[in-house]
């Protein structure tokens, strides 16, 4: 680590206020200590780095020229902005980041005014954008929507959907492109970005309306000519006919670390009478800090690290992650057969698929930021007999559920869908926890939902998702390392739907889903030294439930407690379902039901979500306590 750095003129700025008050020839001094304290605070929080390194420049530029925050400056995803929050008054609490009462990793509406949209996902900002733009216009009121989106969320078709309609926001709307992998055009040069300068200005615009006007007063074929002319000579000139044709005047590509490019386009854009308007701006992911710059995978979210070294702070040795142990896993079933292939959406290395497409490049496919597509391609796959494996994380999954449910589950199709960071998942707080999957999946016919307690069953039920040709099947796994547990050399088929004992008592019974497995051990060896005999069950399967195991634990226990890691609807809505469907609690009451809180948790250490959430040993226990309690004054009362 290493001392904070000097930042004597950015420690003049605490709002964009403050930086539209400097000269213009200073903002070069604010962008290159901005991107100090951006280097420096995550260097101490962990956090997204590359990704706000590539738009310093561009931060500087936006905020100096429109007038935020009555400008609504709208960041895609989100992870960009911490340049963005430091210019916006939290510079005090950037070094919060990610932490239990800090700052979102991503945008936030409760946290500034300057994040007038909250966001996480990717490709929402246009639509949003185009929403306040609108909004404004009919109100009579000024301001923009401004979105910056960068080219990777371009392949998500809701971000054309939100530029098909923007001719209705005028020229309120403005979007930026960063394309920070010269995924759309060739590196920047000098004429490109004079072209740029001179397509936004004033004088040429002013041109191009007169010439406009005389065409119109011409016989249509000429009139249609005339506008063909324009249209092909700037595309010539500087592309972008794509997005001319959806309605937006197109600027660019301009260099997006040169402000003596940006501030004079930008002026231009805000000034132009001219309808909604794209400008792309061609960035590098990681400027101006040389271990980003050289390694933009490995630098775009990173654990605490070194300053000067650019070395991450390595966590201590342990199991491998549920992620690898499926990549693995998944390697050796299409070793086995030919038919298994992989889809991801964007997600190669976060979903182990990297590893996948490495040992088999021909049944990888990684489509982009498009779950629907993911889904639907993998049930056109399914449909002609190949054997897919759909990885996605669970809060991602949310993105394709009409797919999921339309083109999967009614056609009773064969996908096989690896859900990764199910669950809580710590610093990515609200927007990216995989709280719904168990409900959302589990509600639908001819599905089979299944959670996995370790790393071991991971492998089996991978194992048993491969094997499972008469239907679609799903299986969940948290973000994280482990248990430590051996994994099987040979994989096990399980039996769908059928759970296993694991402890075996008599007074209380835990039925678990999931990696909550270990809570639930420790909570019965408690139980057990207060004199209570406890059963534990992993149910492993929600969908179809164990019937008959539950009707048992029920017909032989006082008191039943389910305990999941997912929202309400899951496990505990089943098991009560079952439980009223067949009479078994006519006796009395004794199910409980463990589960996510009914809010959205913030951002936090694992081991303090869990606490929050009411999901380890001691309110294990205390859940049964109380139980037992009503139980024996003859009272029936809902779940404290």
Known sequence: MTADPATPLLDTIDNPDDLRKLAPEQLRQVADELRLETISAVGQTGGHLGSGLGVVELTVAIHYVFNTPADRLIWDVGHQAYPHKI?????????????????SGFTKRSESEYDPFGAAHSSTSISAALGFAVANKLAGTPGRGIAVIGDGAMSAGMAYEAMNNAKQAGNRLVVILNDNDMSIAPPVGGLSAYLAKLVSSRQFLGIRDLARRISRKLPEPLHRAAKKTDEFARGMAMGGTFFEELGFYYVGPIDGHNLDQLIPVLENVRDAAEGPCLIHVVTTKGKGYAPAEESA????????????????????????????????????????????????????????????????????FDVGIAEQHAVTFAAGLAAQGMR?????????????????????????LPVRFAIDRAGLVGADGATHAGSFDVTYLASLPNMVVMAAADEAELVHMTH????????????????????????????????????RVVRQGSKIALLSLGT??????????????????????????????????????????????????????????????????????????KIRTMRLPDVFQDHDSPDKQYDTAGLNAPQIVDTVLKALRHNSAGVSEARA
């Open 297 to 364: 995978d490995k630098y775009h979210g990173v654990q605490k690290f070194n300053v000067v070294t650019g070395e991450q702070a390595k966590g201590a040795a342990g199991p491998p992650s549920y992620t690898n142990v499926f990549a693995q896993a998944l390697i050796a079933e299409a070793t086995r057969d030919s038919t298994v292939c992989a889809i991801t959406a964007a997600m190669p290395s976060g979903t182990g698929l990297d590893k996948f497409g490495q040992t088999f490049p021909d049944r990888a």
């Open 516 to 589: 909550r497995l270990a809570e639930a051990l420790k909570a019965a060896d408690q139980l057990e030294a207060k004199g209570l005999s406890t059963t534990v069950a992993d149910l492993r399967f929600v969908k179809p439930l164990d019937d008959e195991l539950i009707r048992k634990l029920i017909a032989t226990h006082e008191v039943v407690v389910t305990i999941e890691e997912g929202a309400i609807g899951g496990l505990g809505a089943h098991v009560l379902t079952m439980a009223s469907d067949e009479g078994l609690t006519d006796a009395g009451l």
């Open 464 to 499: 048993t998702a491969a094997c499972h040709d008469s239907g679609p099947i799903a299986f969940r796994y948290p973000r994280g390392n482990g248990t430590g547990v051996p994994l099987p050399e040979n994989p096990e088929r399980l039996a769908i739907g059928k759970g």
């Open 388 to 412: 897919p494996f759909c990885a996605i994380y669970s809060t991602f999954l949310q993105r394709a559920y009409d797919q999921v449910v339309h083109d999967v589950a009614i056609q009773n």
């Open 87 to 103: 210019i916006t008054g939290r510079r005090d609490r950037i070094r919060t980041l990610r932490q239990g009462g800090g700052l």
